[in-house]
């Protein structure tokens, strides 16, 4: 089976202070305010309420804009 068609980077609409939220393959839940964008990369690093810092790869991970 070939790889899902990946999004166009226009697509990726995600700027620095939106919050989000989402999800890994196995179900492993996140979610923080978006620090940085990697655009062509399609990845974003938030800040999790925690304080922790972690690097989100749109390709393994579904994110969405909280409301």
């Known amino acids: 089976m070939g790889r ?3 999004k ?3 697509d990726f ?3 620095k202070g ?3 939220k ?7 839940c996140f979610q923080g305010i978006v620090e940085l964008i990697a655009k062509k990369q399609r990845i974003l690093w ?3 309420p925690a304080g922790e810092r972690k690097l ?3 390709t ?3 994110i969405e804009r909280c409301s």
């Open 56 to 58: 989100i790869d749109s």
């Open 13 to 15: 609409r995600f700027r």
């Open 46 to 48: 938030i800040q999790t």
């Open 8 to 10: 166009k980077e226009a």
């Open 22 to 28: 989402g999800s890994d393959r196995r179900g492993i």
């Open 18 to 20: 939106d919050r989000v």
């Open 4 to 6: 899902a068609p990946q």
């Open 60 to 62: 393994e991970h579904s």
